[in-house]
């Protein structure tokens, strides 16, 4: 059954972890040089493929004794935590190599593999398996999931530099964290109280 809270639980989590992300200012780059909706085709559909993986790498960790899989998500809400707390900020990637053709299928090809690269076995994907599994409940989790990524693309594509004036980037980073680190407290004690 669809649960609104866990899809916004997701939504919250996913969002302000990818907010920082390489890919928010890589769809920044992409979408000042070419068509903005070229760019959110390819990025959205990429950022689908990764959520469907999340949610059956996170269904499949269902499987395993509850307490078990409660340790293992708390240790990577953890480890997820450190690293946003401990990376340095990434600034713009303008290396990124865009077509020189303007057509839909270019531009939305390279958004999607820019993402399809860039996201693979990213935090936030790690983090969309881990919610799946916390909950048991992929629908819920894999529309939040996939609704964050969207509006952190869309955010990132259209007017990623205007967000960034009002709020800095480490601010964002260290709410991400808080949240990944609550959630770690969660899952450890569910997996110590059984």
Request: charged share 10%.
């Amino acid at each position: 059954m669809f649960s609104i809270t866990i899809m916004t639980i997701t939504f919250g989590v996913v969002f302000l972890a990818e907010l920082p992300d390489k890919t928010a200012m890589a769809g920044l780059v992409l979408g000042t040089r070419y068509r903005a909706s070229y760019v959110f085709v390819g990025v959205a559909a990429a950022f689908a493929v990764h959520v469907a993986l999340a949610i059956a790498a996170g269904s499949v960790l269902t499987l395993l004794p509850q307490r078990l899989v409660q340790a293992v998500v708390g240790a990577l809400f953890l480890a997820g935590a450190a690293i946003l707390l401990l990376k340095k900020p990434d600034g713009d990637d303008e290396s990124i190599k865009a077509p020189s053709d303007q057509s839909f299928w270019k531009v939305s090809g390279a958004g999607f593999m820019l993402i399809l690269i860039a996201e693979f076995g990213d935090l936030t994907q790690i983090m969309t398996a881990n919610l799946a599994a916390r909950y048991d409940d992929p629908l819920s989790v894999g529309v939040g999931a996939v609704l964050a990524l969207w509006t952190v693309a869309g955010l990132g594509i259209v007017g990623g530099r205007t967000l960034l004036t009002y709020l800095p980037l480490r601010l964002i980073t260290r709410i991400a964290a808080g949240l990944m680190l609550v959630l770690a407290g969660l899952s450890l004690y569910e997996a110590v109280t059984g």
